[in-house]
């Protein structure tokens, strides 16, 4: 199984990038081939340009270079999986910024075979992110409102709460969690 993994922070110390790499590591030991894009180390651009909106309902429209390398990355994956930490209850700007880019209307129809997992690092605790029902708000708009929207078959988020923990012990188990979710990937 082919897997394109998107890592977003701009820090590549960040406790992100630490969850992802040991993802990875599972997705590796599960036989998985990883197609990794690291959106601020590879210096992607998430202004929508003019060049981006014209025409943006054409699904034959001409994308640029960059944006149709993307496309082609993920039509090459057979599921798809994004690690990036919860900023103001929502995906980081940068993330956001390639979604509108590059899951176009070029790509609808085409991603009905594909998978999605969202590995979402939240600052809150579970209790914090219960409160108010913010959980089940982020996962209704990444599994109903983005991916449903874009067809994907299926679509699921983990939810790795309490990040600023000063307890190594619960920070290992998030990155142990990460371990095993690659592990148990398919
Ligand atoms: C700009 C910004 C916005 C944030 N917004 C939230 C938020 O809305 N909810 C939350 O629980 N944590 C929030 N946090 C905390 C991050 O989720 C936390 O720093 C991250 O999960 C820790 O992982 P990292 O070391 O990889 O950054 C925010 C942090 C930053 C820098």
């Known amino acids: 199984m082919k897997t394109l993994v998107t890592v977003t922070h701009p820090r590549q110390n960040s406790l992100t990038h630490a969850v992802m790499n040991r993802f990875v590591e599972g997705l590796k030991q599960n036989n998985h081939e990883v197609d990794l894009l690291d959106l601020h180390h590879d210096g992607f651009n998430p202004v929508y340009t003019v060049e981006d909106e014209e025409d943006w309902i054409n699904p034959n429209k001409n994308y640029s270079p960059v944006v149709r390398k993307e496309m082609d990355r993920i039509l090459a994956a057979d599921t798809l999986v994004f690690v990036f930490p919860l900023w103001q209850y929502n995906v980081p700007a940068m993330l956001k910024g390639y979604l509108d880019k590059v ?72 990155l142990e969690r990460a371990y095993q979710l690659g592990r148990e990937y398919n």
């Open 103 to 174: 899951w176009n209307m070029g790509l609808f129809g085409k991603f009905e075979e594909k998978k999605v997992l969202w590995i979402c690092l939240a600052g809150g605790d579970q209790e914090h992110m219960t409160k108010y029902k913010r959980d089940e708000t982020l996962s209704h708009y990444l599994n109903i409102l983005l991916a449903g929207y874009a067809r994907l078959k299926e679509s699921r988020v983990e939810l790795l709460c309490d990040t600023l923990s000063e307890s190594k012990e619960h920070i290992e188990s998030l």
